[in-house]
DNA sequence: AATTAGCGCAACCGCACGTGT
DNA sequence: GACACGTGCGGTTGCGCTAAT
């Protein structure tokens, strides 16, 4: 037999698409990504939605500039673990590998090359030092990336940090984000159409994480397994 | 004001690994 | 054990924005 195949959508997520994705996740759970995708409606591979996902839309992500403690904690991860950016993401609440990543890449790179430009035997410089101090408290962590017994140091470490994060744990980040006068989510969310981005970004931060999602714009069919759409995304 | 260069970030790709059959 | 499928990870690319010229 012949399988006609629809090309698959890229490049950038519209506000619709988000929303959808962001339905479907919350009634099937972060799984099966290729079902998600085709329950969705979304012309996106399961993988492309995944990744909208993990990167941008999944609740807890801190959106913004990396604070000092946490470059600094990505420095000392980073010396210690390499390029393990999932890795390294994990001692980072709402922080995520691909995050890290470009901010290594853009940043720490850059430093880390004018420093080894810097860097004679006589110049030491302050960030050296620090990150020297902090080498000093790293414990030993278990190749499944778990602190183990000797944890308490980089527990330090990272409770300092936390602390230094004006105290951040994931519900009051996602408490701001919920906040009526909180801005939207960056990018997307402030899009031209005002009216659109209000009601995306109240439908996204109010009304979809906590229960029910707006009838307005989906419906579950009687086998549940499908999403309607009033104005189908993919017809456009 | 127009152009260019650099930066930041979202997203894609290919590969590896894990799990179920 | 072999295979298929789903997921995770790291590398890379491309585009939009902004500062510099």
């Not at 090309?7 to 290729?34: A, I, N």
């Not at 941008?56 to 470059?71: A, F, I, N, T, V």
């Not at 853009?106 to 006589?122: C, I, L, N």
Request: aromatic share 8%.
């Amino acid at each position: 037999m012949v399988m006609v195949r629809e090309e698959m959508r890229k490049g950038p997520w519209t506000e619709q698409e988000d929303l959808q994705l962001v339905c479907t996740v919350r009634l099937f759970g972060e799984r099966r990504w290729d079902f998600i995708a085709k329950v969705s409606g979304l012309n996106r591979t399961g993988k492309s939605c995944r990744l909208r996902w993990v990167n941008y839309l999944h609740p807890g992500l801190k959106h913004g500039r990396m604070s000092p403690q946490e470059e600094h904690l990505i420095i000392e991860l980073h010396a210690r673990w390499g390029n393990r950016w999932s890795r390294i993401a994990r001692r980072l609440p709402g922080r995520t590998d691909n995050e890290i990543k470009n901010y290594w890449r853009t940043h720490m790179r850059k430093k880390a090359q004018e420093r080894r430009t810097d860097m004679s035997p006589s110049s030491s410089s302050s960030s050296l030092t620090y990150q020297s101090s902090l080498l000093d408290a790293v414990p030993i962590i278990t190749t499944d990336g778990d602190i183990h017994d000797d944890s308490r140091c980089m527990a330090r470490v990272l409770k300092s940090t936390q602390n230094a994060m004006d105290g951040y744990p994931m519900d009051q980040i996602w408490r701001e984000i919920e906040a009526p006068e909180a801005p939207c989510l960056p990018g997307i969310y402030e899009g031209e159409d005002k009216i659109g981005s209000n009601l995306t970004c109240q439908l996204l931060t109010s009304t979809m994480w906590n229960y029910s999602y707006p009838e307005v714009f989906w419906k579950i069919d009687n086998e549940g397994t499908r999403m309607l759409a009033p104005q189908s995304s993919h017809d456009k």
